[in-house]
């Protein structure tokens, strides 16, 4: 455990980039995964999966 702190919590500006690379990587992960659940729910009622009926591709 020591060694965990030694190597990324010891100095203020280390924590900082720890706990901001940290958010951004929980945000990304969140939101793709919120966007599948969200695209798996509502399949064959979006605009991207109906769009063939309405729109005639050239």
Known sequence: MSALYN?????????LGVVFAGAF???MAYDTG????WDNMNRGR???D???RYVDEE
Do not use: C, P, S
């Open 7 to 15: 190597a990324l919590f010891r100095r203020n500006y280390q924590m």
């Open 25 to 27: 990587v929980f945000e």
């Open 34 to 37: 919120m966007n599948k659940i």
């Open 46 to 48: 979006q605009w991207k």
């Open 50 to 52: 109906i769009r063939h």
